[in-house]
C-alpha cells in the first residue's frame, strides 16, 4: 500500500497577494513555526499531523506572519517593491502613502501625507527605483548633513576639522567614519528613522574622531552632550536593528 502524499506547501492571502508557506515533515515533538532572513515563511511539523490540521493551525498564524513580514520590510529595505500608489513608506520617523502620477516631468515631494512621484513612465518599474532613489539618497545626505552641522562645533572644539558626508547602501552598520580622510559614511536606509537617531548616529559617529574605541572615555563623552543617548539608542535598534 502507498503512503499518502502529504502537501509540501500552503498558501495564506494576505490583502491581494499570496504568501507560500513552506512545510516540512521530520521527526519532532511539537510544530514550529518562523519566518527566516529570506522572508520565507516555514513550518517544520512531525509526521503524525494532518494536512487539515496544519492549514488552519497556518491560517490562524496568518496576523503573526504578516505581522513578522511587514517588521522585516521595514528594516530591511527603504524603498519598497513594487512602487504603487498606496504603498507605505517610512521617512524621518513617519509613515507616508506613495502617489504615483503621471507627468510630463519627473520629481519628488512631500505632503502631510503622501509621498508624490510625478512621472513620465508611471508603468515602468525600473524608472520609478532610479528616480525614487536618486531623490531619497539626496535628501538623506541633506538631513545628514544638518545633523552634522549641529553638532560639529562640539568636536570642533577639540580641534577635528569639518568632514564629508557620504551615504551608502550598508548591510550591517549604521554608519562608520574615516577620520584620517575626514569621512563619515552613513547607511542609506537610516532617513527613514527619526530625527533624535539620526542626529545620535552622527554624533556617535564624530566622536569617533576623537575616541576611536567603544570604551567609557567614549561613552562619557557622548553623555556630557547628549544626556539621552541611551534613550535614542534603544528606539534605533527597536527601529532599524543594524
Not at 502507498?2 to 515533515?25: H, L, N, T, W
Not at 562645533?153 to 551608502?168: F, S
Not at 554608519?175 to 552622527?202: E, F, M, Q, W
Request: net charge positive; aromatic share 10%; glycine share 6%.
Amino acid at each position: 500500500m502507498k503512503a499518502a502524499v502529504e502537501m509540501d506547501s500552503y498558501f495564506i492571502q494576505a490583502g491581494s497577494r499570496y504568501i507560500p508557506v513552506q512545510i516540512i515533515r521530520k521527526k519532532m515533538k511539537s510544530v514550529r513555526l518562523k519566518v527566516n532572513r529570506e522572508g520565507g515563511v516555514v513550518l517544520s511539523a512531525p509526521h503524525g499531523i494532518t494536512d487539515t490540521w496544519i492549514r488552519r493551525y497556518i491560517d490562524s498564524k496568518a496576523d503573526w506572519i504578516q505581522k513578522h513580514l511587514d517588521r522585516m520590510s521595514t528594516r530591511e529595505g527603504a524603498i519598497p517593491s513594487p512602487i504603487r500608489s498606496g504603498a507605505p513608506i517610512r521617512i524621518l520617523g513617519r509613515t507616508y502613502l506613495i502617489r504615483v502620477s503621471p507627468s510630463g516631468k519627473n520629481a519628488v515631494s512631500l505632503t502631510d501625507t503622501h509621498l508624490v512621484i510625478e512621472t513620465k513612465a508611471p508603468d515602468d518599474q525600473e524608472a520609478l527605483v532610479r528616480q525614487l532613489d536618486r531623490w531619497w539618497r539626496a535628501q538623506a545626505k541633506e538631513r545628514f548633513t544638518i545633523s552634522l552641522r549641529k553638532y560639529y562645533p562640539i568636536v570642533e572644539a577639540r580641534g577635528v576639522k569639518m568632514p564629508a558626508v557620504t551615504v551608502r547602501r550598508m548591510k550591517s552598520l549604521w554608519g562608520s567614519c574615516s577620520a584620517h580622510r575626514g569621512v563619515i559614511t552613513l547607511n542609506y536606509y537610516l532617513y527613514k528613522l527619526p530625527l533624535s537617531c539620526i542626529d545620535y548616529i552622527v554624533f556617535h559617529e564624530l566622536s569617533h574622531f576623537l575616541y576611536r574605541y567603544h570604551d567609557s572615555d567614549f561613552y562619557g563623552f557622548i553623555a556630557r552632550h547628549m544626556p539621552d543617548w541611551k534613550e535614542r539608542d534603544r528606539i534605533l535598534k527597536k527601529e532599524y536593528p543594524g
